[in-house]
Each structure stands twice: as C-alpha cells, then as structure tokens.
C-alpha cells in the first residue's frame, strides 16, 4: 500500500497569505495524484486532479506541482473560505490511498 | 443535478453487519462512465477508500477490509449498497458514497454524498 504523508499537519496563516502544502508518496505515483479541500461537517471536495490540472470550477489561486513522490498544493492568497483540511489522494496503485490531512487555519 | 444519498441505520452493535444503501440521482449508475465507491471517515481522522462496484456488478475492495466487505449494485433502482461484516468500535466513522468518473480514470471521486454517521457501540 502506498503511504502518502502530508506536511505540516497545521498550518497557521493569516488571509491574504499563501499556504503551500506538501505530500510525500512512500513510492513513485509518476503525477496520479489529487487534492481535495474538506470543510467541517463538508464532504471533501476534488481540487486538483493528476498533480496540476483544476478540477471544474476551482478558482486559480489552486494550484499543485510535482510527480514521482513529492508533491504540492500552493494557495497564492487566502480567501476566508480557504481555512479547511486539505487531503492528498493516490490513483497510482489499489488500494486508492489518501494522507493524513494538513488543516489551514486562521493565525 | 448529480445527488448522492446515504441511507442505513446510524447505530451497529458489535460482531454485527452494517449496512449502507446509496442511492444515485440525476445520473444513471448504468451508464457505465463512473465507478460507485465507499469511502469513511473515522470521527477526526483520515478518509479510508474502502471499495468500488461498476454497474456490471464487478467490484475491488481494500485488502484490509476484503474479507468483511461486500458492494452490490441495483440498476434498477439506481442504487448501490455496502455491509461490512463483524464490526468492532474501530468501524464508528463517517460512511461517504461517491462516484469516481472515467474522465479520471476512475481514481478520483468528483461527487460525495453527504455522509452518515455509523457508530458502531452495545
């Protein structure tokens, strides 16, 4: 099974910062890798889909980079809605797997 | 409008079967374009892909739950279900149904239910 370890688990920022979240892959995923973003009591959401493709509807201020094992999601300026959990997610190999989560809080 | 609905009892006693309908709207499950999954979500933790049917009836499960867990399909109600078998407490999560497209090879989720909550207690 793939192992996918998100860093930091929080991250404290204020609006208007930018927030980059890192995801590391136990082995190669080549670029088959999401983000989603969760807020409480929310389902997640797909972000980012195949390491740097927006999924429909994201604003721009998401964007993602990487491949092989390291991986990020960058969020160039904090909205007020941006202050949630955010998962990494591997399509490289069965089981799907995701990470542990990095929650975006407001500082 | 896509909607996904969980539905199934919120409370299990242990040793006993969950059990957890979806039921799809505004999409047909037969259309053979997306991948009706389970994923849960034990209460302040990680999301767990727990396993996926097509509309044929073929399925694949995570192996740490393989031998408890069985997905089912009925076309004709446009629904899908899950029971996992010989729940413990470590079972109590939230319980999401959702739907991974062919335009993501199948290996993301573009639709989730809203989620039910299943504590799994005597």
């Known amino acids: 099974e793939i192992v996918l370890t998100q860093s930091p688990v929080t991250l404290s920022l204020s609006p208007g910062e930018s927030a980059t979240l890192s995801c590391r892959a136990s082995?190669?995923?080549?670029?088959?890798l999401a983000w989603y973003q969760q807020r409480p009591g929310q389902a997640p959401r797909l972000l980012i889909y195949?390491?740097?493709n927006r999924a429909t509807g994201v604003p721009a201020r998401f964007s993602g980079s990487g491949s092989g094992t390291d991986f990020t999601l960058t969020i160039s300026s904090l909205e007020p809605e941006d202050f949630a959990v955010y998962y990494c997610q591997q399509r490289s190999d069965w089981p799907r797997t995701f990470g542990q989560g990095t929650k975006v809080e407001v500082k | 409008q896509v909607q996904l609905q969980e539905s199934g009892p919120g409370l299990v006693k242990p040793s006993e079967t969950l059990s957890l309908t979806c039921t799809v709207s505004g999409v047909s499950i037969s259309g053979g374009s997306y991948y009706w999954t389970w994923i849960r979500q034990p209460p302040g933790k990680g999301l767990e892909w727990m396993g996926y049917?097509?509309?044929?009836?073929?399925?694949n499960y995570n192996p740490s739950l393989k031998s408890r867990v069985t997905i089912s399909v009925d076309t004709s109600k446009n629904q899908f279900s899950l029971k996992l078998r010989s729940v413990t407490t470590a079972d109590t999560a939230v319980y999401y149904c959702?739907?991974?497209?062919?335009?993501?090879?199948?290996?993301?989720?573009?639709?989730w239910g809203q989620g039910t909550l299943v504590t799994v207690s005597s």
């Open positions: 959702a739907r991974a497209p062919i335009l993501y090879s199948y290996g993301y989720i573009d639709y």
């Open positions: 082995q190669s995923v080549s670029s088959y």
């Open positions: 195949d390491a740097s």
């Open positions: 049917i097509y509309y044929s009836g073929n399925t």
